[in-house]
């Protein structure tokens, strides 16, 4: 290659990926610890992974083989010459359904080698209507052996296949993507960060928001002034304890003011009396 000819493109450790029934370990090459957590993502698109989880700290953890990443390709399960992997809804209605039979198939190839204890190894659906993603949900699914995660398209997946095989629906928000792979990848996220060496900071996780219940208090840094804006004496102090003070101080200011819902849990955790809540 000349020297003026432009450097081809990196592809940030993304590997290409065809059409299998069998998982196809991304990242591959890569050393794997004993025991190291999995997710196992089954999916039309195994093109969209790793995506932003083979970057920065997730990348670098399934690099160093603290984590894995398997997809399974939804389509080679597919029916007939097309390979079709959805029909129209029962009863009638827009849109298409994935049929129950391919999932099934698919899900079968993803169980192989993986506990049936769902504590152990979680099969999650990404779905709208699913129990919120939140951090203590997180926590249960980085406590596992790894998980299981159906990827949705269209209109969404047979029920019979949900219940059958004993499937927990996980949701990120009140709002509807065209399909889980985003949903996934969000979920895998803040589930891999909680795994032990993965952030390299364990102080990191307890401190961050959500780890007691209340929203994250705001954080500044160099310089000391910007823009007519200066960084709040406190911190500055050099005295821990206020400063400690001062950071529970505005998470549950913060908490109150802007996730009610949060504040009143945890406020009840803590056996406050709503009649004698403080101002704050």
Not at 27 to 32: A, E, I, L, Q
Not at 68 to 97: C, Q, W, Y
Not at 149 to 161: A, H, K, P, S, T
Request: proline share 7%; glycine share 10%.
């Amino acid at each position: 290659m000349s020297d003026d000819a432009p450097p081809k493109p990196r592809s940030h450790g993304r590997m290409s990926i065809s059409a299998s029934v069998q998982p196809r370990e991304l990242m591959g090459g890569t050393p794997r610890l004993r025991g190291a957590w999995c997710a196992r993502i089954v999916t039309l698109f195994p093109e969209a992974f790793p995506g932003t989880l083979g970057l920065s700290l997730t990348g670098k953890a399934m690099q160093d083989g603290l984590w894995s990443l398997e997809t399974i390709d939804l389509r080679p399960f597919g029916i007939g010459k097309h390979r079709n992997v959805d029909d129209t809804p029962a009863g009638g209605g827009a849109g298409m359904v994935l049929r129950a039979d391919v999932v099934g198939a698919a899900l079968d190839q993803a169980a192989i080698g993986t506990p049936m204890d769902r504590a152990r190894w979680p099969v999650i659906y990404m779905s709208p209507r699913g129990r919120p993603l939140d951090q203590a949900t997180a926590r249960r699914f980085a406590q596992a052996e790894g998980m299981t995660i159906l990827c949705g398209r269209f209109e969404g997946v047979d029920q019979r296949v949900l219940d059958h095989y004993g499937v927990e629906e996980i949701s990120i928000g009140d709002y509807v993507l065209t399909g889980g792979e985003i949903a996934a990848q969000v979920l895998i996220d803040a589930t891999v960060r909680l795994i032990p060496r993965v952030l390299g900071n364990q102080a990191s996780t307890e401190e961050e928001s959500f780890s007691d219940g209340l929203l994250e208090h705001p954080q500044y840094t160099r310089p000391v002034t910007w823009e007519g804006r200066a960084v709040p004496d406190i911190l500055l102090s050099g005295h821990h304890a206020k400063i400690a003070d001062w950071r529970q101080d505005m998470a549950e200011r913060l908490t109150k003011e802007r996730r009610p819902d949060l504040w009143r849990a945890f406020r009840a955790r803590h056996g406050r009396d709503p009649e004698e809540d403080r101002e704050l």
